[in-house]
């Protein structure tokens, strides 16, 4: 809001800017000691511009105070889709190359996490995953542990939330792995499901700062609850990450599919080779990509052994368990194959 101090003495009249910060760590927008907003300052010494709290107010004259909000304004966006701005990033604004600032983006950067580590898609089908994402609101993730399947879903699901396409995160799962039997754990529901949670948990501390994550889970802005409680919500303006899908059954996959409401984004994720339900009891993920693969709104990406980002070990664990069961399942169908005529009768 814009409104005029008038200076008395010299009969000048300047305006002030006020900026509220939303969603915003101050030690990360501002930088160490405010060396972000000094620099601005610098560049700007007949302006005015103070910082408190959540708050920017800039006093100077029109054209000037329109330079700087243009400027903090890019530098939000900049802060919303990386989580840091630092003094490199100030003097690219300051020197109207905001182009070079956004072009950091780039690269397979999906935001910057906590101390400004970078979270990055580092294999193709990773990035696959990310580009399925962008262009499609339903994407099945399909691979083995260790493929970073979960970690990216999050990552991009953090994202949207950062830059405001989306207003909540909701993250479910099955909460054991024979279904949703949870009286006999200890404590409440939150307590009961956090142990099946804390992959999603750790990837969360990566990418927001704590207290910042404490604040999204106590406001429910960051949402953590087994896929029963999902039954009968409309789930709008969301990012929903559907997790070790390959455990729910048919009729929970259906429901949590179809909770979705307008400007939401899901990203169902699963192992088909970890599938824990009772034998006779069949995987809604298994189900959900045969009866869904023809519809192009849809994307799916397979993962696989390459895209292992854990020990190296693991994946030639992976690979050594895909070649015993391709192995087994070889077995299994050269004696199930039919006997000619000529074999019985050497019999």
């Known amino acids: 809001m814009f409104y005029h101090v008038i200076n008395n003495k010299n009969k ?15 030690p990360d927008f501002f930088g160490a000691e ?35 909000n243009e ?4 530098l939000l966006e900049h802060y919303h889709q990386f989580g840091k701005v630092d003094v490199a990033d100030v003097r690219l604004c300051l020197n109207d190359d905001s182009a070079s600032l956004l072009r950091k983006d780039k690269d397979d950067t999906i935001i910057f996490g906590v101390k400004g580590l970078p979270i990055k898609a ?33 990552a991009l699901a953090v994202r949207a939330l950062k830059n405001k396409l989306v ?13 949703e039997s949870l009286g006999f754990l200890p404590g409440d529901m939150r307590e009961k499901i956090d142990p099946y949670l804390r992959p999603i948990y750790d990837a969360f501390e990566e990418m927001i700062p704590s207290e910042k994550l404490n604040h999204y889970l106590e406001e429910n802005i960051i ?5 029963a409680f999902m039954r009968g919500r409309t789930l709008s303006n969301a990012f929903i990450l559907l997790d070790e899908a390959q455990n729910t059954t048919s009729m929970q996959m259906k429901m949590c599919l179809t909770r979705m409401g307008q400007n939401s ?59 015993n069961t391709e192995e087994e399942q ?18």
């Open 223 to 227: 949402e953590i609850a087994p896929i």
């Open 265 to 323: 984004k899901m990203i169902i994720t699963g192992d088909v080779s970890q599938i824990d339900l009772p034998s006779k009891q069949r995987s809604g993920l298994v189900d959900a990509v045969h009866i869904l693969k023809k519809i192009k709104d849809i994307g799916f990406v397979y993962l696989d052994g390459k895209d292992v980002v854990r020990h190296y070990l693991v994946r030639q664990v992976i690979e050594a368990y895909e070649r």
């Open 34 to 68: 405010d060396a972000n907003l000094r620099e601005i300052r610098l560049a700007f010494p007949e302006s005015r511009i103070l910082a408190r709290g959540n708050e920017i107010r800039i006093q100077g004259s029109s054209p000037e105070i329109v330079k700087i």
């Open 71 to 74: 400027i903090i304004n890019q």
């Open 122 to 154: 580092k294999t193709t089908n990773q990035q696959a995953l990310v580009k399925a994402s962008n262009e499609k609101d339903i994407v099945f993730a399909l691979g083995p542990a260790g493929t970073g399947k979960t970690y990216v879903a999050v």
């Open 167 to 179: 207003r909540k995160i909701v993250i479910t799962r099955p909460a054991v792995e024979a279904g």
């Open 12 to 26: 000048v009249v300047l305006v002030e800017k006020i900026i509220q910060l939303e969603n915003v760590a101050l």
């Open 330 to 347: 070889n077995h299994k169908e050269h004696h199930q194959k039919p006997r000619s005529r000529e074999e019985n009768q050497n019999d």
